[in-house]
């Protein structure tokens, strides 16, 4: 999805439905994705845009044109960009979902968002915080080329636990090997 001629907005947008749908599936929001967009109930779990350039500092700057006028709304308040992707942009791309007690709070109290939420699945993930996952990527002619190496399925991060992979070479070469079915 992530290609030159995206804007950055529809990355960040679809994110938020990638994220909406899988909440759905694990029961923790209820309802049509497609209506949560409009409520912008991601907005509550994912507060921060989905990344920023990256330069000569962590968080470059030059990711909104003088024109370009910020939206308001939660979550799209924190984008640091709001172009259309070409090749040789370098970002990040860290999507979120976090369970922070005063969004959720102020989410109970509106309609608008409160029905979407199945207010005892997310109890079970008061204490839990959330999880950020984050790739450094560049925009190449045809899509990205990833520069980010981690551990992503569980059988990966279940390997790093146990000490089977300790660096990025050896994660390379784990899924290289279970690409040729060794």
């Known amino acids: ?6 804007k950055w907005i529809e990355m960040h947008e679809l994110a938020y439905q990638v994220m909406c749908e899988k909440l759905v599936e694990a029961g923790l929001l209820v309802g049509k994705v497609k209506s949560m967009m409009s409520a912008n109930v991601p907005g509550v779990l994912m507060p921060h845009g989905l990344g920023h350039f990256m330069g000569i500092d962590t968080h ?10 910020r939206d308001t709304r939660d979550g ?19 999507p979120g979902i976090y369970f ?6 102020e989410a109970k109290q509106k309609k608008t968002l409160s029905k ?8 079970d993930f008061e204490s839990f ?15 990205i080329e990833n520069f980010t190496t981690a551990p992503r399925t569980v059988d990966e991060v ?25």
């Open 100 to 105: 922070m007690e005063y969004a959720l709070q």
């Open 76 to 94: 799209y308040n924190a984008l640091r960009a709001q172009v259309v992707l070409e090749p040789g942009h370098v970002l990040t791309v860290e």
């Open 60 to 69: 470059d700057v030059g990711g909104y044109p003088k024109d370009a006028k």
């Open 116 to 123: 979407f939420f199945n207010w005892d699945r997310i109890a």
């Open 129 to 143: 915080g959330g999880v950020r996952l984050e790739d450094n990527v560049l925009v190449t002619e045809s899509g």
């Open 1 to 6: 999805a992530m290609k030159p001629g995206v």
């Open 158 to 182: 279940e390997a790093v636990m146990r000490g089977e992979v300790a660096d990025s070479v050896a994660l390379i070469q784990r899924r290289s090997d279970a690409l040729q079915g060794a």
